[in-house]
């Protein structure tokens, strides 16, 4: 049975699973930073965001960047590796997000033009004026990233000629399902964090609908994942036991590849007094698992945190051009003290392949050299692991 403790581990302020009707971890937030501004804004717009509450009408608009000095990166977490929380949520705070209320099948020139500013190839000015001064307080969640300001639109429009890549223009305007879009545009170069706001504002497939940028993150990074591994399967295996490594936000990852054909399980152990975990007394392992032939169910318990994970694994065994079993431990430490948005677990998982690995003949090796670098005991993890528990010749040889 699960703890009223454990419920915001489940549900890290997306699931209402207190009842509430809203996070009051998240409400509690505040945001030391304020910024005047004035019910009409005029600057360049990095992204789009789609609403939630409300589905199918939810609140659609253009992000405005108050500040320029990062504009090429503050929607691209790609580049936020090695940044410190004051930094983030710094540069974050000065994005206003704009909201207007439309149905998500809406093909009005106002959803159009939102389409266009999503693809567009660099930030395009735009002119908004709101109904009312935008309020200022920070949005925090456990899957998106932090927003500043906001307020709701009275009028928009771009106020400049929207330029588009190319292949984006292309792909954009064929008959093609969401899901082969979205990874011919990854296959061509084209940005993770892009193609998910592509796919958000409806640009992508057939149906043309919007989604949620909050389940839209959690869509590319599965769809990506899932297309990826059909050519990760037929991969060979490696053939060795190699351990990667990053910490990041006070959340730390190993992860363990070995032999054999790809498994995938992914533990995330959040300690007493981080964010999700403040009314724990024990630290709590929360575990997930798929086989070979993939999940059938969706990853309930970890939720964004696990596909982000799994792509970033999945990125770096397509580029070895390898397979694997493979264990991902996360540990989530008290410094963890405000969510930023799940991109954090997929760039530490990228950051560990990108940073190379240490390699041993057998698991024993691998696993003694795993546990002094993990706070929690592993005896605890080997407790819980499907993978872990399994017998293969190949993980005693040499022992």
């Not at 009223?4 to 890290?12: E, F, I, V």
């Not at 945001?31 to 659609?60: D, H, L, M, T, W």
């Not at 070895?320 to 991109?343: D, H, I, L, S, T």
Request: charged share 25%; hydrophobic share 35%; proline share 5%.
């Amino acid at each position: 049975m699960v703890s009223t403790a454990q419920l915001c581990l489940y549900c890290k302020g997306s699931r209402n699973l207190c009842g509430l009707g809203y996070c009051p971890l998240l409400k509690s937030i505040k945001a030391s930073k304020e910024i005047n501004i004035r019910q009409e804004f005029f600057g360049p717009s990095p992204s789009v965001f789609v609403g939630r509450i409300g589905y199918p009408n939810v609140f659609v608009g253009p992000m405005g960047a108050i500040e320029t000095e990062n504009i090429d990166i503050i929607d691209n977490p790609s580049e936020w590796f090695g940044m410190n929380y004051e930094k983030i949520i710094e540069m974050r705070s000065f994005l206003l997000r704009s909201k207007y209320k439309v149905d998500v099948h809406s093909s009005s020139k106002f959803t159009e033009e939102n389409k266009l500013l999503a693809m567009a190839k660099k930030p395009t000015d735009v002119e908004m004026k709101f109904k009312t001064k935008p309020s200022y307080h920070m949005k925090f969640s456990e899957i998106v990233r932090p927003m500043g300001p906001s307020a709701t639109l009275k009028e928009m429009k771009p106020a400049e000629n929207i330029k588009i890549q190319r292949i984006v223009e292309k792909v954009t305007g064929d008959e093609i399902k969401a899901n082969d879009s979205a990874l011919i545009l990854y296959e061509k170069g084209v940005n993770l964090y892009k193609i998910t706001n592509i796919f958000s504002v409806g640009a992508l497939g057939i149906d043309k609908k919007m989604v949620p940028t909050r389940w839209s993150i959690t869509a590319i990074d599965d769809i990506i994942g899932k297309n990826l591994l059909n050519y990760v399967r037929e991969y060979p295996s490696v053939n060795d036991f190699r351990v990667y490594e990053s910490i990041f936000l006070n959340n730390k990852f190993l992860v363990l590849m070995m032999p054999g054909n790809w498994e995938f399980e992914n533990f995330e152990a959040w300690a007493p007094g981080s964010f999700w975990s403040q009314n724990l007394k024990k630290t709590e392992i929360i575990e997930e698992y798929e086989p070979f032939k993939g999940r059938t169910k969706y990853a309930d318990k970890q939720a964004g945190g696990y596909y982000a994970s799994r792509l970033g694994i999945i990125e770096g065994l397509y580029n070895m051009k390898r397979q694997a079993r493979v264990v991902v431990f996360r540990e989530v430490y008290e410094g963890y003290m405000v969510p930023v948005g799940v991109w954090q677990v997929r760039e530490n998982v990228r950051n560990a392949i990108k940073s190379g690995c240490e390699k041993f003949s057998t698991l024993k090796e691998a696993l003694e050299y795993i546990r002094p670098k993990l706070r929690i005991s592993l005896e605890e993890y080997l407790k819980k692991s499907k993978t872990l528990k399994q017998k293969r010749l190949e993980d005693f040889i040499k022992q």
